[in-house]
């Protein structure tokens, strides 16, 4: 086989794993989730436009944002495992040594890829319609804490292996790391952690070192939680 034909080989693949992603991503109810995304959104957004009172900045932004980008990313990465047992491709992936792993991974990177694209449009809109924001600066803070979310559901989803008990359990986690963030407001430890809000007793300084140990922290562990739940599809004999 010549390079050139190993190439198109290699192309050919990459279509059919991102074919089948795309199909299971926006499969059933995505669409729900990403309408009550946009929905929710330019209800805020309405809100804060209309308010006299209101003034807001990148750190109102921040949290008017980071809703919606949990709505997209939590059902794609809560129910796809759940869709590939619905569509009967279960057995045909774990049948394909390794090539199951390349399509959840990809699936797992195309998800990242929506996310984002959805993220810019409504950055691009809160930096029109309320407060000029550092559009990259925002995206990229946002991306943490929706990233280990979504990272966190589909280990949840290789164990439960059920959608909505997936589905349960991230709620659950998410409700108790937003109650947390309240007394951890000021620590690294803070899952929710606003890196625009910046507290007014303490120097800029010491509140980017704050910020840096929270998005290391929130990147290996989003990391750690892709290879557990990629570890948990090794076991076969639970998902067939």
């Given at each position: 086989?010549?390079?050139?034909?190993?190439?198109?080989?290699?192309?050919?693949?990459?279509?059919?794993?991102?074919?089948?992603?795309l199909?299971?991503?926006?499969?059933?109810?995505?669409?729900?989730?990403?309408?009550?995304?946009?929905?929710?959104?330019?209800?805020v957004?309405?809100?804060?436009?209309?308010?006299?009172?209101?003034?807001p900045?990148?750190?109102?932004?921040?949290?008017?944002?980071?809703?919606?980008?949990?709505?997209?990313?939590?059902?794609?990465?809560?129910?796809?495992?759940?869709?590939?047992?619905?569509?009967?491709?279960?057995?045909?992936?774990?049948?394909?040594?390794?090539?199951?792993?390349?399509?959840?991974?990809?699936?797992?990177?195309?998800?990242?890829?929506?996310?984002?694209?959805?993220?810019?449009?409504?950055?691009?809109?809160?930096?029109?319609?309320?407060?000029?924001?550092?559009?990259?600066?925002?995206?990229?803070?946002?991306?943490?804490?929706?990233?280990?979310?979504?990272?966190?559901?589909?280990?949840?989803?290789?164990v439960?292996?059920?959608?909505?008990?997936?589905?349960?359990?991230?709620?659950?986690?998410?409700?108790?790391?937003?109650?947390?963030?309240?007394?951890?407001?000021?620590?690294?430890?803070?899952?929710?952690?606003?890196?625009?809000?910046?507290?007014t007793?303490?120097?800029?300084?010491?509140?980017?070192?704050?910020?840096?140990?929270?998005?290391?922290?929130?990147?290996?562990?989003?990391?750690?939680?892709?290879?557990?739940?990629?570890?948990?599809?090794?076991?076969?004999?639970?998902?067939?």
């Open positions: 086989m010549t390079r050139r034909e190993r190439l198109a080989n290699a192309a050919g693949v990459a279509r059919k794993v991102s074919a089948y992603n199909k299971i991503i926006f499969a059933n109810r995505f669409a729900y989730f990403m309408l009550a995304a946009f929905l929710f959104f330019l209800g957004a309405a809100i804060i436009f209309f308010s006299s009172e209101s003034d900045g990148p750190a109102s932004v921040y949290y008017l944002l980071i809703l919606p980008g949990l709505l997209v990313i939590f059902y794609p990465t809560a129910f796809g495992i759940q869709n590939d047992v619905d569509a009967r491709m279960i057995e045909t992936l774990f049948g394909i040594p390794d090539y199951r792993y390349k399509v959840w991974l990809a699936r797992v990177a195309l998800i990242w890829v929506i996310v984002f694209a959805i993220l810019v449009v409504l950055t691009v809109l809160s930096s029109l319609i309320l407060v000029r924001v550092p559009i990259l600066r925002m995206l990229y803070q946002l991306m943490f804490p929706i990233f280990f979310i979504g990272s966190l559901a589909f280990m949840f989803s290789t439960v292996r059920s959608g909505n008990g997936t589905a349960v359990i991230i709620v659950v986690t998410g409700m108790g790391f937003w109650l947390a963030s309240v007394p951890l407001s000021k620590s690294k430890w803070n899952l929710f952690l606003n890196p625009f809000a910046i507290p007793d303490m120097s800029e300084s010491i509140w980017a070192g704050i910020v840096f140990d929270n998005r290391v922290m929130i990147a290996v562990a989003s990391v750690l939680a892709i290879l557990a739940g990629l570890y948990n599809l090794q076991k076969r004999e639970k998902f067939i």
